[in-house]
């Protein structure tokens, strides 16, 4: 740890970009689980046209 400045920065952004990849990446499996639910759910009984 030498370099202390520059690389808690550095460590600051990458904790900070991998947050928010979490984050966006749980967001689209709740997306991705809601719409294959919905989709069983609409082949499981089909609505008459």
Known sequence: MAQDGTRGSKDNNSS????????????????????????LLFLAEPPSF
């Open 16 to 39: 900070k970009e991998e947050f928010c990849d979490l984050s966006c990446l749980g967001l689209a499996e709740a997306f991705l689980a809601e719409i294959s639910v919905a989709l």
